[in-house]
């Protein structure tokens, strides 16, 4: 029976329809009417009527309590009982379960749970409420309302025994939280555990996403739960459309005659794996080698979205293979029929004709975050945005930004394998969009994933073959991508202390606060594994992929001292008083172009951030030439020159696919339209170069000229010049490059 005292007629209202017992009770005024519910006989729609009812202000209640016996228990609640079994044969022990004496004489050790009174009365509305909504839960069919029936009753449990609010909240939130049990990562337990409130408003919430559809747990990778994200995995798609176990319309997917045919991609997926793949670590190299296997084989795919990760690791391999002369000769192929481009829009169709936002999958995830190693050089940048967007709330709703230990009692190894296996790949493909997202703080001036809004720890430092974590000095697949989430994750505190966008602070506290983000940089990059900073000549035979790695992350870092001076890059070619920025960045950006020349010319793998990157350094050097007021030119600037049209030279060298590169070339040229052009920027020219950049000027030249470069069937060859040697003499005064140097350029014997 339940005591309320309501203060709303809609309650009064529904327990009629549910055909419940009302009985007004006596009471002095201004109370408001007594209930006293009987026997309940709820159905589907009650259970409708009264998730959708809103839910009243109780004013207050009123109990008219009995005289209560004293309680023959000896214990307070406050005071923990020993052992059972210690007990009933008055035995001293060390009341831990199990204690001391048990385990020694194999005795089976428990606590007694105490039921008392004073708790079932002071929470006799919670219990009542939890009961009806139990009662109603166990009336339905699917399995998401039995596992929220063992909720309620788990909570049910804990406040009848008093045991503490804290326990109980904490039980029961973690049971909303994981769907398999108790487990959490202790970063998590900590964060959550003393904050009771936000722990029981995880309960209303799981609650509330149940009549929603919404996910409302984190219990990745829903091998064993029974929230709606899990689907039979053994119900598999076929070249003849959709998985009907999907329940989505009769759409089918793009035609697959529009995929390179089982040869050409077979050495596609092989190049992709062995020398790309590490770049962005978003897979687990041999189960994808083995679903593509199955496809080429059978036809059969797991889901239409891992057509879209298929086609998305196809793209980038192609546009990769393409300008990398060195693995052209590695893995000779028939140029397929279909261009880079063909096989991005073949993702971006099947994402959306499988209802990616609606049906979320992890292969979405990993193929628009794969797909950005193609999505900027095809002048797609805004799409890459939007869909990267999009992959952050999908990641969301699979509870991929909360992944935690696994804490259930796996029997098999198989079992043991798929778990370890699934939660290592959320893992790495959520660090892979911590660091795409806070590497674009410049471009929007925030960030999508705030840091203390998720609590999946990074990827284990372990290779493929068994998922072993190793220690921080062994080389595997993970360890690129896990240093490039150590720098990623000074980008959000590098925003933050500019100052909010509506209040930003002074110029003075902006620039302290880049200096000193500047020298936590440093920092972290002395911290990065010697293999990575220096070149092995030993370890670099063992991995293919370690030297481009080596090199690639030369060029990504020196990008990030940009990024942090960024704010103030610009008016350091206008004022003295950020000197400092303009020679950091100056030597920066001879850096960057260095390690490009070198991958340029030794055939290496080639990657997205090589040419973006080369074209912001190359923009640097630009500005630092026309700016230097220097009466003559000295072999300084003459290698600034060198570099800016050896850059030029390879980006023009590009595909014509690459739009990226192309608009780079074009931006060069704008840039030096003030002074007559790179090539006749001579010692005649420098009494005529300006006292300040015209961004206006530059900007309105590009679009005019990429316009009509665009609008040709020329194409850039127009833009041709001869390949010029390249000498380049470090400035010793730029202690930028001095220590980069020191930290990037020896080399380890042994």
């Known amino acids: 029976m339940i005591v309320r005292v309501l203060h709303s007629p809609q309650l009064v209202s529904l327990a009629s329809k549910c055909n419940l017992t009302s009985h007004a009770a006596k009471g002095p005024p201004p109370y408001a009417q007594l209930l006293i519910f009987g026997e309940l006989n709820l159905n589907a729609e009650h259970v409708s009527a009264f998730v959708a009812a809103p839910i009243p202000r109780v004013s207050r209640f009123v109990f008219y309590p009995q005289p209560e016996r004293r309680s023959a228990y000896p214990y307070s609640p406050d005071t923990v009982p020993p052992p059972i079994e210690c007990t009933r044969k008055k035995r001293k022990c060390n009341k831990e379960i199990p204690c001391a004496r048990c385990s020694r004489l194999g005795l089976h050790c428990d606590r007694e749970v105490v039921h008392l009174r004073r708790n079932a009365v002071r929470h006799s509305a919670e219990i009542g409420f939890l009961e009806t909504l139990r009662n109603m839960l166990q009336s339905t069919d699917p399995a998401s309302a039995r596992r929220a029936a063992d909720l309620v009753a788990a909570r049910l449990e804990g406040l009848r025994s008093g045991s503490g609010q804290r326990t109980e909240i904490t039980q029961t939130a973690n049971f909303v939280e994981s769907g398999i049990g108790l487990e959490d990562d202790s970063g998590q337990d900590e964060a959550t555990g003393s904050h009771p409130k936000a722990r029981s408003s995880l309960t209303v919430t799981a609650l509330e996403h149940m009549a929603w559809g919404r996910s409302y747990g984190n219990c990745y990778p829903h091998l064993h739960c029974n929230c709606h994200q899990r689907r039979d995995h053994t119900i598999e798609a076929s070249t003849t459309g959709l998985s009907p176990s999907l329940g989505l319309p009769d759409h089918t997917v793009p035609s697959l005659a529009l995929l390179p045919e089982r040869v050409t991609a077979e050495i596609l997926i092989s190049f992709h794996l062995e020398h790309i793949a590490w770049h962005h670590n978003s897979l687990h190299c041999p189960t994808f080698l083995q679903q593509c296997t199955t496809f080429w084989a059978t036809g059969v795919y797991d889901q239409p979205q891992w057509l879209a990760l298929y086609s998305a690791v196809l793209s980038s391999s192609l546009l990769s293979w393409q300008n990398s002369w060195k693995h052209r000769d590695a893995y000779p192929l028939t140029l397929p029929a279909c261009s880079p481009q063909d096989l991005f829009n073949f993702m971006v ?50 509870g991929i930004h909360k992944i935690t230990k696994c804490g259930l009692d796996l029997q098999t190894r198989d079992e043991i394998w798929d778990d370890t296996l699934q939660r290592e790949v959320g893992r790495r493909v959520w660090l892979q969009m911590v660091i795409q997202d806070h590497f674009a703080i410049p471009f929007t001036d925030s960030y999508g994933i705030n840091p203390s809004h998720y609590s999946t720890s990074f990827p284990r430092n372990a290779n493929d073959a068994d998922l072993i974590d190793a220690s921080e000095d062994v080389l595997t697949v993970s360890t690129y991508t896990r240093v490039l989430g150590g720098i990623a994750q000074l980008m959000p505190e590098l925003a933050d202390g500019m100052g909010p966008l509506r209040a930003q602070k002074p110029a003075r506290e902006q620039y302290a606060h880049v200096l000193r983000m500047d020298q936590k940089m440093r920092e972290k990059v002395q911290s990065i594994p010697r293999f990575l900073l220096q070149k092995d000549e030993l370890l670099e035979g063992q991995c293919a992929w370690l030297g481009v790695a080596r090199q690639s992350l030369a060029i990504t870092a020196a990008e990030k001292i940009v990024m942090i001076h960024r704010p103030f890059l610009f008016l350091s070619f206008q004022s003295d008083s950020y000197i400092h920025t303009r020679r950091t960045c100056v030597a920066a950006a001879v850096t960057i172009l260095r390690e490009h020349k070198s991958i340029v010319e030794s055939g290496e793998v080639s990657l997205w951030t090589h040419i973006a990157f080369s074209i912001t350094a190359a923009i640097i050097l ?17 290698g600034y020159l060198d570099a800016i049209r050896d850059a030029r030279e390879h980006l023009l060298g590009r595909t014509t696919s690459d739009i990226l590169a192309h608009r780079g070339v074009v931006l060069i040229d704008a840039i030096f339209s003030e002074v007559g052009g790179i090539e006749s920027f001579s010692d005649q020219t420098l009494a005529a170069r300006p006292d300040a950049i015209n961004f206006e000027e530059i900007a309105a030249r590009f679009k005019t000229d990429w316009f009509i470069l665009d609008s040709s069937t020329a194409g850039l060859g127009q833009f041709d010049v001869a390949e010029e040697h390249f000498a380049m003499s470090g400035n010793p005064s730029e202690d930028f490059d001095d220590w980069f140097q020191q930290i990037f350029h020896s080399t380890i014997v042994g």
């Not at 999505?375 to 990267?388: D, E, K």
């Not at 009466?631 to 600037?637: G, L, N, P, T, Y």
């Open 349 to 398: 169709d099947t994402l959306y004709k499988a209802h990616f936002l609606q049906h979320v999958s992890i292969y979405s995830i990993q193929a628009i975050v794969i797909s950005t190693e193609i999505a900027h050089n095809l002048g797609l940048s805004q799409l890459n945005a939007t869909l990267f967007s999009a992959a952050i709330r999908i990641a969301e709703c699979l």
């Open 622 to 638: 630009s500005f630092e030439v026309i700016c230097d007021q220097s009466k003559e030119r000295d072999s300084r600037q003459e």
